[in-house]
């Protein structure tokens, strides 16, 4: 009987709890922190931090369930920003993904599922063309690329907003080219012989996302809905297409030195889609702004 080995997703350690309760009560009380305009988990806002603006935010993602397979997946990034210009920002991003890998054998049937650990270094730039406080609509750009250490990424994003007093609508439309090295091993007249093949990967992902602001005075408090897709191609071939949505929660407090911003989502998948996505996804932002 095969052994299937399963990956235990654990809640954030009590420091780590106590570290984000000690600075919401901080923030709530006193003038410490400031926030960013930001309202989603997903999708970007078009405006940036104002210049000389620094923004720390650690995001936690839970993705688990998907067909027969135990599947889950806990990624934690901590990510830096930097308001250079009003129309220039940019940020510095530390991932670490824990997930379950399928072991196979030679008929292709899964055997296994393996836990493991990637670490991986980020860095994006985010241009605000419009600002929708002051425009028709808002327009941004977010440009982005990723280090693996067997694996490169380069991410663009089109952000498109819209404020109407207490309304705030948004798309944000995403592309991303994976470039993927794994080492192949073939066993040739005796001789092992070894050859890196390269994997070419396109993912279309457009986001949508509303927000009611229940309450506009400190504290800021925002109800609404954020829509997720996942499309994957191959070769100029659509593997996989898969939408999310669910609900989203935002509280903020800020004043003219400080703030900060907490923002939540849980987004079940709607198309049943589990080659390589999972059935939930949920995920929070802090963010604090110095």
Same mark, same amino acid.
């Given at each position: 009987?095969?052994?299937?080995?399963?990956?235990?997703?654990?809640?954030?350690?009590?420091?780590?709890?106590?570290?984000?309760?000690?600075?919401?009560?901080?923030?709530?009380?006193?003038?410490?922190?400031?926030?960013?305009?930001?309202?989603?988990?997903?999708?970007?806002?078009?405006?940036?931090?104002?210049?000389?603006?620094?923004?720390?935010?650690? @995001?936690?993602?839970?993705? @688990?369930?998907?067909?027969?397979?135990?599947?889950?997946?806990?990624? &934690?990034?901590?990510?830096?920003?930097?308001?250079?210009?009003?129309?220039? &920002?940019?940020?510095?991003?530390?991932?670490?993904?824990?997930?379950?890998?399928?072991?196979?054998?030679?008929?292709?049937?899964?055997?296994?599922?393996?836990?493991?650990?990637?670490?991986?270094?980020?860095?994006?730039?985010?241009?605000?063309?419009? /600002?929708?406080?002051?425009?028709?609509?808002?327009?941004?750009?977010?440009?982005?690329?990723?280090?693996?250490?067997?694996?490169?990424?380069?991410?663009? !994003?089109?952000?498109?907003?819209?404020?109407?007093?207490?309304?705030?609508?948004?798309?944000?439309?995403?592309?991303?080219?994976?470039?993927?090295?794994?080492?192949?091993?073939?066993?040739? /007249?005796?001789?092992?012989?070894?050859?890196?093949?390269?994997?070419? !990967?396109?993912?279309?992902?457009?986001?949508?996302?509303?927000?009611?602001?229940?309450?506009?005075?400190?504290?800021?408090?925002?109800?609404?809905?954020?829509?997720?897709?996942?499309?994957?191609?191959?070769?100029?071939?659509?593997?996989?297409?898969? @939408?999310?949505?669910?609900?989203?929660?935002?509280?903020?407090?800020?004043?003219?030195?400080?703030?900060?911003?907490?923002?939540?989502?849980?987004?079940?998948?709607?198309?049943?889609?589990?080659?390589?996505? &999972? &059935?939930?996804?949920?995920?929070?932002?802090?963010?604090?702004?110095?």
């Amino acid at each position: 009987m095969s052994e299937v080995y399963r990956l235990r997703v654990r809640p954030p350690h009590a420091s780590l709890v106590f570290t984000i309760f000690l600075i919401l009560r901080i923030c709530g009380g006193s003038d410490v922190c400031h926030a960013q305009d930001r309202h989603f988990v997903y999708s970007y806002d078009s405006p940036n931090l104002p210049a000389g603006g620094v923004d720390i935010e650690p @995001w936690i993602t839970f993705k @688990w369930g998907g067909g027969d397979r135990l599947q889950r997946i806990y990624e &934690q990034r901590l990510e830096f920003e930097l308001g250079i210009f009003r129309w220039l &920002q940019t940020s510095f991003y530390l991932n670490l993904n824990s997930k379950l890998i399928e072991k196979k054998d030679s008929l292709g049937n899964t055997i296994a599922l393996q836990p493991s650990t990637s670490f991986s270094f980020s860095q994006a730039i985010k241009f605000a063309f419009l /600002n929708p406080s002051v425009h028709p609509v808002g327009l941004g750009m977010y440009i982005e690329y990723y280090l693996y250490p067997h694996e490169t990424e380069l991410e663009g !994003k089109l952000i498109i907003d819209k404020w109407l007093e207490r309304h705030i609508f948004l798309v944000n439309i995403t592309g991303e080219y994976e470039l993927e090295y794994e080492l192949e091993e073939e066993m040739v /007249n005796g001789t092992m012989k070894r050859e890196v093949a390269k994997e070419h !990967k396109f993912i279309f992902n457009p986001t949508f996302g509303y927000m009611y602001m229940v309450r506009r005075a400190k504290p800021v408090v925002g109800l609404g809905a954020e829509a997720y897709n996942h499309q994957d191609f191959k070769e100029g071939r659509r593997l996989h297409s898969a @939408w999310y949505a669910g609900p989203t929660f935002l509280i903020a407090r800020s004043t003219d030195k400080a703030g900060f911003f907490l923002i939540g989502n849980l987004s079940p998948q709607l198309t049943q889609v589990y080659e390589g996505h &999972q &059935q939930f996804m949920m995920r929070f932002i802090l963010g604090i702004t110095f």
